[in-house]
């Protein structure tokens, strides 16, 4: 039998594009705290474009 996949509970902290996802998790957290459930793509890019985060970054979301 296969072996199943290892699970890699902080695979992102080196995944490519560690950076904006750490940055999208951030928006998504600061929306929870306001209570706020449903984030639009178009929220999110705003926000990162707001967060004076890298503009490539920004506009790749």
Do not use: W
Request: hydrophobic share 35%; net charge positive.
């Amino acid at each position: 039998m296969s072996q199943p996949p290892q699970t890699r509970p902080f695979a992102h902290v080196d995944a490519p594009n560690n950076q904006l996802y750490q940055r999208v998790m951030r928006v998504s957290a600061f929306a929870k705290r306001r209570f706020i459930v449903h984030l639009r793509p178009e929220d999110i890019a705003e926000a990162l474009r707001q967060d004076g985060g890298s503009r490539s970054e920004a506009s790749r979301s």
